[in-house]
């Protein structure tokens, strides 16, 4: 199985600052890779897909980038409402989770 | 809008069988196009794909649970449905159902899920 490594697990950012979370796959996946978002008690959002994409909804300030193994999600300027925990996805397998806590 | 509803005990007794059911509206899962797939969540912890279902019946479960899981579909009432058999306290989760899209016929993202559900193991 392809394995999902996600850095950092925690994070600590301000309101307005642009935030950088990166997800490697263990061999390459193309593109084939989603974003999601999870706030506590609440399921995952798909925020990203195929790298890229942006879900409709969403907000511009996410965007996603990367192809074969490397890939990152970009929050350009940190919302309240974007503290959360992100977990990128290939096929059936989820990265271990990034938490973007208040700094 | 498509939404998904889990339903099922929120308590099992160590050694049965946890059963849960997930409602499908606004979308028929027999147009085909998506498999159908149920997600777990230890608390605390991260995501764990338990497996898929397409509407045709067809299956495929995450190998580390494989000797314990049924996933099952009833199109006539727009679900689909899990067991777990020989539960123990590592399998208290909250579970979720989550449609997963299909691109050139292979699964990628999920862009649906229900609310989830707790379901605790315990005597």
């Known amino acids: 199985d392809i394995q999902m490594t996600q850095s950092p697990s925690t994070l600590s950012a301000s309101v307005g600052d642009r935030v950088t979370i990166t997800c490697r796959a263990s061999q390459s996946i193309s593109s084939w890779l989603a974003w999601y978002q999870q706030k506590p008690g609440k399921a995952p959002k798909l925020l990203i897909y195929?790298?890229?994409s942006l879900e409709s909804g969403v907000p511009s300030r996410f965007s996603g980038s990367g192809s074969g193994t490397e890939f990152t999600l970009t929050i350009s300027s940190l919302q309240p409402d974007d503290f959360a925990t992100y977990y990128c996805q290939q096929y059936r397998t989820f990265g271990g989770g990034t938490k973007v806590e208040i700094k | 809008q498509v939404q998904l509803q889990e339903s099922g005990p929120g308590l099992v007794k160590p050694s049965q069988t946890l059963s849960l059911t997930c409602t499908v509206s606004g979308g028929s899962i027999s147009s085909g196009g998506y498999y159908w797939s149920w997600i777990r969540q230890h608390p605390g912890k991260g995501l764990e794909w338990i497996g898929y279902i397409y509407y045709s019946g067809s299956t495929y479960y995450n190998p580390s649970l494989k000797s314990r899981v049924t996933i099952s579909v009833d199109t006539s009432k727009n679900q689909f449905s899990l067991k777990l058999s020989s539960v123990t306290a590592a399998d208290t989760a909250v579970y979720y159902c989550?449609?997963?899209?299909?691109?050139?016929?292979?699964?990628?993202?999920?862009?649906?899920w229900g609310q989830g559900t707790l379901v605790t193991v315990s005597s």
């Open positions: 989550a449609r997963h899209s299909l691109y050139g016929g292979n699964p990628v993202n999920f862009d649906y």
């Open positions: 195929k790298a890229s």
